[in-house]
């Protein structure tokens, strides 16, 4: 393949698309000029739309939009199932929307995803299972094939194949709240690959994923926050296997309070982090991977800890864990961050608080706090209806599914989400990726977005294919009617007027696949 004309190809692209962003304003919005500007009020579907074109032309800093919010007509029926997709899984795939409206509507739908076990998965767990062998093997089986020096291939390998095990399962399975609460809690619950050999993480994060994240995600916060605070991935990650008596490492017990339950300088101070570390001294892993409370290494004596004692031995530590699943500030910090994901970037002090009371009194139910988001008037008001800003991850995932891509292997789209900045266990900060529009709304991100919905177009991502039908489908079609029908199947519907003018620009060549990276590198498709 010649690549210069395909890199020719892309920028002509990347100047019609953006020409038609900027030379063409969207009906929609208020003019961007200081004279005298007509005031109009955007819903925050088109405020974000707004944002992204602003994000792409480098026109404006996007932390600070200008524009007010009008709360719109409430959803059709058809917006409801487009807005339940949006949230709990990583979007319609063709006709899904209208499949959904014949068996029962959005309500039905979810309530077969609250229940995953009962939803047939059988296609994405054969793939799994002969793809990646090694998620059928539990951590001793793991360890006999991956630990040590004399096994640094195999180690190399599973640390390529775990994060496309990730991503090709968010593809393919049918459990799609499932795979969209695993990515929150893999991001909140946060360790990495640390891309040595010597870090048994290098391996046990694969036992992680599927014996913390998985196992927990319709469970309860309790018991996901004491599996991962025992898991040697996470023991490793944040040095408490490192924390002795008299020798004590803070890094755990400050990140258990600050990122995984109170939130950050919320009712502890530093003697607090020390007193904790104290009491969790001895909690490490054995031989075997196993966890084990070293009692020889843990710090004797009561520990004073948040205006309480804590008694010595493991008993301390398990008392503080409980202790803090329990505290009303980690329902709050919870429920927020909960909120933000499957609301807006911005909920309200009230609706949190109303969450909050959920997550308290149902001790942490992780099924019943969802629930309480997804059934409340907010959630399907129009003010939350496309508000939220895809994620790399979220993007490519999207991607993939809504153009019904075969994925023979994911190492291509795990390369691409490292340039975008989210690559899959391997955040750089214990505080997992952000899921808020500012934290990947640049032009530097964007442009890579463009690179990859270019790519998989054309059908030069290797490992990820899409279908010959599926492209020959619009073939067949005059201009108008390709257009009309890539908005349906790819935006449901949903299309920007710049968007629009991009596409027709283009649609008189018939190259299809110029048109679905239009349509995969707008901004109507950043859009959740």
Known sequence: MDRSRTRLGLSALLAVFALALFVHPLTTFAD??????VKKQLTPQQLLQKRIAEAMSGRRDV?????????????????????VLDRMSYGAKPGEVD??????????????QM??????????????????????????????VYNGKENQGEIRELQHQLPEEVFTRAVLSNRQFKEVMCDFWRNH???????????????????????????????TFGDMLYASARHPAMLEYLDNKLSYKNNWNENYAREVMELHTLGVD????????????????????????????????????????????LPPGMA???????????????????????????????????????????????????PKVYTAIIDSPEFMSRENYRCKFKTPFQFCVSACRVTQAKIDNAEYVTTVLRKMGEPIYDCPDPTGYFDVAERWMDAGVLTSRWQFAWDLARNTADGIKLPESFVDHYKSLKPEEAIQKLIEDLLEGEVGDRELVALKDVSQTNDIPRMISIVLGSPSFQQR
């Open 32 to 37: 961007d000029t200081d004279e005298a500007p």
């Open 63 to 83: 932390t600070t939009p200008r524009s007010q919010t009008l709360i719109g007509p409430d959803l059709s029926d058809r917006e409801k199932v487009m807005h």
């Open 99 to 112: 499949e959904i409206l014949k068996n029962g509507g959005w309500k039905a739908w979810i309530k077969q």
């Open 115 to 144: 229940d995953p076990d009962h939803i047939d998965d059988a296609t994405a767990d054969r793939v799994i299972a002969e793809r990646f062998p090694w998620t059928k093997k539990d951590i001793q089986q793991l360890k006999k």
């Open 189 to 219: 619950f946060c360790v990495d690959d640390p891309g040595q050999y010597e870090k048994s993480r290098s391996w046990t994060d694969a036992d992680y994923e599927k014996n913390v994240i998985r196992k927990y995600v319709f469970g």
């Open 266 to 309: 919320r009712d502890y101070t530093n003697l607090d982090v020390q007193e904790l570390s104290k009491a969790l001294t001895g909690w490490t892993y054995n031989g075997e991977f196993q966890f084990y409370f070293n009692a020889e290494e843990s710090q004797p004596g009561m520990k004073y800890w948040r205006r309480q004692q």
């Open 316 to 366: 301390g530590g398990m008392k503080a864990l409980q202790v803090l699943t329990t505290d009303p500030l980690t329902a709050e910090f919870i429920s927020l961050k909960l909120s933000r994901y499957l609301l807006n970037d911005n909920p309200s002090p009230a609706f949190v608080k109303k969450i909050a009371a959920v997550f308290h009194e149902s001790q942490g139910d992780l």
